[in-house]
């Protein structure tokens, strides 16, 4: 049997190379969902992540609505209180991870309220320079066919772009894509009036998101370990400076 490309640069490496490529990539899939289908997603893109050998944190951020208007929706608070004791995600986790899946339902277009407070929060990890190069892909759910799938995710990546990380669509880099409404941006699901699981083919794309996501971040975190890549925190860290002047 031919040796894969993988296997052919890994005879030519070093023995430090080889270290370092031997480190997983750390993924964090960091989602909001209200009634359930964006958390679904968030597993099926975790679950490609593990499978293309990531080390994996899954974690739901805040919830910002009041208690009495959760309590009015019963798929609401049902799946409050379905992953009331699951981990919450952290600013600790973003300088943890090497690539990151943000998961967001549509909200009028955009991200929803939740997920951008704690984006918003990451102002100092911006400033040092510790978000620069993290591998960024991202997915979403919306009631109707034109609810907004894709406006959701270029105005999620607008953030990315001022992070300096490197956005990864999904594309059409895998077939799943094309089953699953042929949405390059990232996995989108288009949920109706249902709750519950998403479709199957829904579920391949996320999966296959997850899995580029790990593959491509493990290829820059391992660069990046090894010194090809310059984070220039310093660079950003001096303009702040300047600007405050």
Do not use: C
């Given at each position: 049997m031919r040796p894969t490309s993988r296997e052919?640069?890994?005879?030519?490496?070093?023995?430090?190379?080889?270290?370092?490529?031997?480190?997983?990539?750390?993924?964090?899939v960091a989602y909001y969902s209200a009634t359930g289908h964006v958390h679904a997603l968030a597993?099926?893109?975790?679950?490609?992540?593990?499978?293309?050998?990531?080390?994996?944190?899954?974690?739901?951020?805040?919830?910002?609505?009041?208690?009495?208007?959760?309590?009015?929706?019963?798929?609401?608070?049902?799946?409050?209180?379905?992953?009331?004791?699951?981990?919450?995600?952290?600013?600790?986790?973003?300088?943890?991870?090497?690539?990151?899946?943000?998961?967001?339902?549509?909200?009028?277009?955009?991200?929803?309220?939740?997920?951008?407070?704690?984006?918003?929060?990451?102002?100092?990890?911006?400033?040092?320079?510790?978000?620069?190069?993290?591998?960024?892909?991202?997915?979403?759910?919306?009631?109707t066919v034109h609810g907004g799938q894709e406006s959701t995710i270029l105005?999620?990546?607008?953030?990315?772009?001022?992070?300096?990380a490197i956005v990864l669509p999904l594309g059409y880099t895998a077939s799943e894509a094309f089953n699953g409404g042929g949405n390059p941006y990232g996995a989108s699901y288009t949920s109706g009036t249902r709750v519950g699981e998403p479709d199957p083919e829904t579920r391949a794309v996320a999966m296959a998101q997850g899995g580029r996501l790990a593959r491509v971040a493990h290829v820059i975190a391992t660069a990046q370990r090894g010194g090809m890549l310059d984070v220039r925190c310093s660079v950003i860290a001096e303009a702040v400076s300047r600007a405050r002047r």
């Open positions: 052919r640069v890994g005879a030519e490496m070093s023995g430090d190379d080889k270290q370092l490529a031997s480190q997983p990539a750390k993924v964090l597993k099926t893109v975790a679950q490609g992540a593990r499978e293309a050998a990531a080390e994996v944190r899954l974690r739901h951020v805040e919830e910002l609505a009041p208690e009495l208007l959760i309590s009015q929706n019963q798929a609401w608070g049902r799946h409050r209180s379905e992953v009331g004791e699951e981990p919450t995600a952290t600013l600790s986790d973003l300088e943890w991870a090497d690539g990151i899946a943000f998961g967001t339902p549509t909200r009028f277009g955009n991200v929803a309220a939740q997920l951008k407070m704690f984006l918003d929060q990451a102002g100092e990890l911006w400033q040092q320079g510790k978000l620069v190069n993290k591998v960024i892909t991202a997915f979403t759910s919306a009631q105005a999620l990546n607008n953030t990315f772009y001022h992070w300096g």
